[in-house]
Nanobody, 126 residues
């Protein structure tokens, strides 16, 4: 099993950049597909994108060009968010799957992932 811990959230002004991190612990020797989701109050959780075990990213088209997802050598996952907007305000979650890859658009679906973090809140004010 793997445990996921998100960090980096906070309250920021529109237009700035924020980087979220997801640090895995436990069985980190195994490669995982890792993903970012977010959920705003009263809305469904939505997938932002994922990184396969080989590092290949796959994005939700609505965030292309503004969000970047990547992993480092220690399998920590990052979400770089640029030009933030108030509508980006949400709880952001990291997720992992024991599979080596998940093709688009399945990679954006919650049920593809077995492991979840507790989330980190991002609030963007205008």
């Amino acid at each position: 099993q793997v445990q996921l811990t998100e960090s980096g959230g906070g309250s920021v002004q529109a237009g700035v950049s924020v980087r979220l991190a997801c640090t895995p612990s436990g069985n980190t020797r195994r490669n995982y597909v890792m993903a970012w989701f977010r959920q705003a109050p009263g809305k469904k959780r939505e997938g932002l994108g994922s990184v396969d075990s080989d590092g290949s990213p796959h994005y939700w088209e609505s965030v292309l060009g503004r969000f970047t997802i990547y992993k480092d050598y220690a399998n920590a996952l990052y979400l770089q968010m640029d030009s933030l907007k108030p509508e980006d305000s949400a709880m952001y979650y990291c997720a992992a799957s024991g599979r080596a890859w998940i093709q688009y658009p399945s990679n954006l679906r919650e049920h593809e992932y077995e492991y979840w973090g507790q989330g980190t809140q991002v609030t963007v004010f205008s």
